[in-house]
Antibody, heavy 118, light 110 residues
């Protein structure tokens, strides 16, 4: 059974750094792109960017380029989403999602709630 | 890249059919058969129900069907059931090698 298990909820202050994780199991990690998707409470889904775990090729939505970094450690089957300086507007649920093609997300993590507040 | 356009809400009675539209541009929906649909019940992660415009993943009932004409894709749910009440999102691959989602549609089963 394919599973994506994300790290737990985080509470941070503006300006702090953060890295959240997404561990894949039940499949060959390098066979699926991993995307990250943001959902602000009560709002819709926003695609942030994706990574090919085979070679760490990434591409980002212009809305998120330069503000977040997507990476993987294929040796442990884990993808990451990180911020160097959080803003209050980063408060949201973040989902990782796996796709063979890169654009249709067959498997989803359970979501990680990130709260940024002073 | 602008979000795809979906109606904010639709509703129907049990047993009826509803259709949700998803309008993009010639740079996304109109150029690629790479449209997906996701169901998101309250408080849970999204679930893929249609991929590549018309295909259903294993386990998704055939009450769910997808289609596309020009720059607009559509999701039809026939034989509505109470358990279908959820938010529905479309997405498309784009010419910028990105993915864009629709704004979401809340389905209410009356």
């Amino acid at each position: 059974e394919v599973q994506l298990v994300q790290s737990g909820a985080e509470v941070k202050q503006p300006g702090e750094s953060l890295r959240i994780s997404c561990e894949g199991s039940g499949y060959t990690f390098t066979n699926y792109w991993i995307s990250w998707v943001r959902q602000v409470t009560g709002k819709g889904l926003e695609w942030m960017g994706r990574i090919d775990p085979t070679d760490s090729y990434t591409n980002y939505s212009p809305s998120f380029q330069g503000h977040v970094t997507i990476s993987t450690d294929k040796s442990i089957g884990t993808a990451y989403l990180q911020w160097s300086s959080l803003k209050a507007s980063d408060t949201a649920i973040y989902y990782c999602a796996a796709s063979r093609s890169g654009w249709d997300f067959f498997f989803w993590g359970q979501g990680t709630l990130v709260t940024v507040s002073s | 890249q602008s979000a795809l356009t979906q109606p904010p809400s639709v509703s129907g009675s049990p047993g009826q059919s509803v259709t949700i539209s998803c309008t993009g541009t010639s740079s996304d929906v109109g150029s690629y058969d790479r449209v997906s649909w996701y169901q998101e019940p309250p408080g849970t992660a999204p679930k893929l129900i249609i991929f590549e415009v018309t295909n259903r993943p294993s386990g998704v009932p055939d009450r769910f069907s997808g289609s596309k004409s020009g720059n607009t894709a559509s999701l039809t749910i026939s034989g509505l059931q109470a358990e279908d009440e959820a938010d529905y999102y479309c997405s498309s691959y784009t010419s910028s090698t990105m993915v864009v989602f629709g704004g979401g549609t809340k389905l209410t089963v009356l």
